[in-house]
């Protein structure tokens, strides 16, 4: 099965940081990579697929990079609802999420 | 607009069983591939279970022969059978559309499940 490695597991910022979340995957997936957003209570959000294409209606704060076994999600200027934990998910072979990224405020 | 509602969870002991449903609006459940994924209590997300369009199901290793998926298309429902539940089945359990039969599109509000004697 496919693993997917998030960092970190947490961190902290303020408001206008550029933030930045990885995502390594076990082996090579191509652009085969998801993010979602989950805010306590609530279910996940679809923000980037295909690696690096927002979902309609996605800010776009919010970009993905990468290929093969090295992604990032990128959110250039923090703002106060985007306080939340941040999953990466592979669709190269079954599903799997990484462990989650806690974006808390500094 | 999509919406998906899921129902059914509760406590159960352990060796229990339970049946979630997930009723959908604005799609068709029978067109779509279809899933479940649930989230333990303050861990991560976990793939539980696909039905796809042409009705083939698929599920997790920690699952496999103690869950079964199924839908019932008169009523644009999906359905998780879980039988035989132990106490790491515990979790909120999520029915979700796969849209091209990757990406979780929408979710559900999410139904609680309680393994515990």
């Known amino acids: 099965a496919i693993q997917l490695t998030q960092s970190p597991s947490s961190l902290s910022a303020s408001v206008g940081d550029r933030v930045t979340i990885t995502c390594r995957a076990s082996?090579?997936?191509?652009?085969?990579l998801a993010w979602y957003q989950q805010k306590p209570g609530k279910a996940p959000k679809l923000l980037i697929y295909?690696?690096?294409s927002l979902e309609s209606g996605v800010p776009s704060r919010f970009s993905g990079s990468g290929s093969g076994t090295d992604f990032t999600l990128t959110i250039s200027s923090l703002q106060p609802e985007d306080f939340a934990t941040y999953y990466c998910?592979?669709?190269?072979?079954?599903?799997?999420f990484g462990l989650g990224t806690k974006v808390e405020v500094k | 607009e999509v919406q998906l509602v899921e129902s059914g969870g509760g406590l159960v002991q352990p060796g229990g069983s339970l049946r979630l449903s997930c009723a959908a609006s604005?799609?068709?459940?029978?067109?779509?591939?279809m899933s479940w994924v649930r989230q333990a209590p303050g861990k991560g997300l976990q793939w539980v279970s696909v039905?796809?369009?042409?009705?083939?199901?698929y599920y997790a290793d920690s699952v496999k022969g103690r869950f079964t998926i199924s839908r019932d298309n008169s009523k644009n429902t999906l359905y998780l059978q879980m039988n035989s539940l132990r106490d790491e089945d515990t979790a909120v359990y999520y029915c979700?559309?796969?849209?091209?039969?990757?990406?979780?599109?929408?979710w559900g509000q999410g139904t609680l499940v309680t393994v515990s004697s």
């Open positions: 979700a559309r796969l849209r091209i039969g990757n990406l979780f599109d929408s």
């Open positions: 082996q090579g997936i191509s652009s085969a």
């Open positions: 039905i796809y369009s042409g009705g083939s199901t």
């Open positions: 295909d690696a690096s």
């Open positions: 998910q592979q669709f190269n072979s079954y599903w799997t």
């Open positions: 604005g799609f068709t459940v029978s067109s779509n591939y």
